[in-house]
């Protein structure tokens, strides 16, 4: 409903200005102006509530009776600058020829600048030309607007990708493999078995909070609260590291974790903190799905001096050895890379020898 009356009070303006310009142009013609002209003026003032609809329409009947009458030239601007603001260039060129066709004519006829019907004309054209630049620069205008808006959304799109791919691969691969490990050893003992349906349902637990935390922020407006985290729930830090790692070996893998003290630090900064805890995550995930069964060694070094040096690496396992029982996307390396840059920093990845590492810097940085 205020869209409707916004647009309606945008066409009343636009007839009072092309009215009050009408008016004003009279005094430049004269007597020579008659009541059908009048007439037709005020015909083509009322009718420019019909450009929205009807825009390319109402700028060739204005133009062609422009050509006869000098009192049109306001609502033919606001025709031809509705149809070079809104309607394909290839349309927009037919109109603007359309309106500087008699320019020709004009100028082999040899104006005589003493004549007020010159000036009239030197005017017309004139005003058709800024009507046309206006509307283009109008035109691209809310099309670089809406490029951005679209880049926008397009960025909110694989951030919120990063964000579920991190938070929900690590809890479903910890759930894949304790139910993996009840499927495969069906001769477990009952406290074996009460130890992994408690870790299974633990994992299913913190997955589900994870995943309303994230469509928490998709509801919430953008806000502080929305900045901070999913629904203001608490962050992963640096410090959140070991207790990643405890997870992971409570699910059976064998990690060494070497980190010195100002890298897991309460004073690492909070930005570069969350995107080293995701790389190591998404490293101990790659590592459980693609090399089941291998030692991970997990480095953190670094400082205020430094930056921060993140490190997952651990060996390639045979070909045969390999167990694709865990399906994966391939985007969470990808994700990673574009996590680290957004940080500021830079990570790479891929086979170092025998091993599959992924080493990244993040700056040091509040």
């Given amino acids: 409903m205020g869209r409707v009356r916004k647009g309606l009070v945008a066409d009343i303006a636009v007839f009072l200005g092309a009215a009050v310009f009408s008016v004003l142009s009279m005094d430049g013609v004269g007597a020579s102006i008659g009541p059908v002209e009048q007439a037709v003026s005020a015909a083509a003032c009322a009718a420019l509530f019909l450009r929205r609809r009807w ?28 149809v070079a603001a809104y309607r394909p260039l290839r349309t927009t060129a037919w109109v603007a020829a359309l309106a500087f066709a ?22 017309f054209f004139v005003i ?30 694989e951030e919120i990708a990063r964000e579920m791919h991190d938070v929900l691969a690590h809890r ?54 929305a900045a901070d985290g999913a629904g203001g729930r608490p962050q992963p830090t640096l410090a959140d590291v070991r207790r990643l790692v405890e997870e992971s070996r409570d699910a059976g893998m064998r990690i060494v974790l070497e980190a010195d003290g100002d890298a897991v630090s309460a004073a690492a900064p909070a930005a570069s903190g969350r995107t080293a805890y995701r790389i190591v995550q998404e490293g101990l995930t790659n590592a459980r799905k693609h090399a089941p069964g ?73």
Avoid at 134 to 141: A, D, N
Avoid at 320 to 326: D, L
Wanted: hydrophobic share 45%; glycine share 14%; charged share 15%.
């Fill in 55 to 82: 825009p390319v329409q109402l700028a060739v009947v204005l133009l062609v009776a422009g050509w006869f009458a000098h009192l049109v030239g306001g609502p033919t601007a606001v025709a031809v600058f509705t």
């Fill in 294 to 366: 291998t030692e991970v060694t997990v480095r953190l070094a670094g400082g205020p001096a430094r930056g921060l040096t993140v490190e997952v690496s651990n060996p390639v396992p045979a070909a045969a050895a390999v167990v694709p029982a865990i399906p994966g996307a391939g985007q969470g390396l990808i994700g990673l890379t574009e996590r680290a840059s957004l940080a500021g920093g830079d990570l790479e990845h891929g086979r170092s020898g025998g091993d599959f590492r992924v080493r990244a810097w993040l700056p040091w940085a509040a």
């Fill in 128 to 157: 058709m030309a800024g009507s046309i630049g206006w509307g283009l620069y109008v035109r691209s205008r809310r099309q670089l607007l809406a490029s951005y808006a679209e880049r926008g959304r397009r960025q909110a799109r």
């Fill in 102 to 123: 008699p320019l020709p004519l004009f100028v082999a006829r040899g104006p005589d600048p003493d004549l007020p019907e010159t000036g009239s004309a030197m005017t």
């Fill in 172 to 225: 479903l691969s910890l759930l894949s493999v304790h139910a993996g490990a009840l499927e495969f050893h069906p001769g477990a003992s009952p406290a074996e078995i009460e130890r992994a349906a408690g870790v299974i349902r633990e994992s299913a637990h913190q997955a589900l909070d994870d995943l309303r935390g994230i469509i928490g922020v998709l509801r919430e407006p953008a806000g502080p609260a």
